[in-house]
């Protein structure tokens, strides 16, 4: 099982960034996908999550109206487009899969991705 994350890198402030989660070793249609994210000193934390199958997305307020999560069932990837991005954006994202939502939200999947850092620039 792995999950692979990418798309990362340094933006400016204002900037967009896309995230790609690409999944291997399960069925991976049948699997919640989240992105959390982890700034310096603080916890890991819920940014977007998308469904098994079609895909019902749900977002926490800091991500709501300026991030979209998406998933491509037929290349086992899910995406994180970022817009506007902020400064308190600036973390190391992570992409995490499990088949139950109460594991997702309490970030406890059963796999994850290595991360990508994001760094939001003036």
């Known amino acids: 099982v792995q999950l692979v994350e990418s798309g990362g890198g340094l933006v400016q402030l204002g900037g967009s960034l896309t995230l790609s989660c690409t999944a291997s070793?399960?069925?991976?249609?049948?699997?919640?996908i989240g992105w959390f994210r982890q700034a310096p000193g603080k916890e890991r934390e819920a940014v977007a999550v998308?469904?098994?199958?079609?895909?019902?997305?749900y977002y926490t307020d800091s991500a709501r109206g300026r991030f979209t999560i998406s998933r491509d069932n037929a290349k086992n990837t899910v995406y994180l487009q970022m817009n506007s991005l902020k400064f308190e954006d600036t973390a190391v994202y992570y992409c995490?899969?499990?088949?139950?939502?109460?594991?997702?939200?309490?970030?406890?999947?059963?796999?994850w991705g290595q991360g990508t850092q994001v760094t939001v620039s003036s």
């Open positions: 070793g399960f069925t991976f249609n049948d699997y919640i």
């Open positions: 995490s899969a499990d088949r139950a939502l109460p594991k997702i939200v309490e970030v406890r999947g059963d796999y």
């Open positions: 998308i469904g098994a199958g079609e895909g019902i997305t």
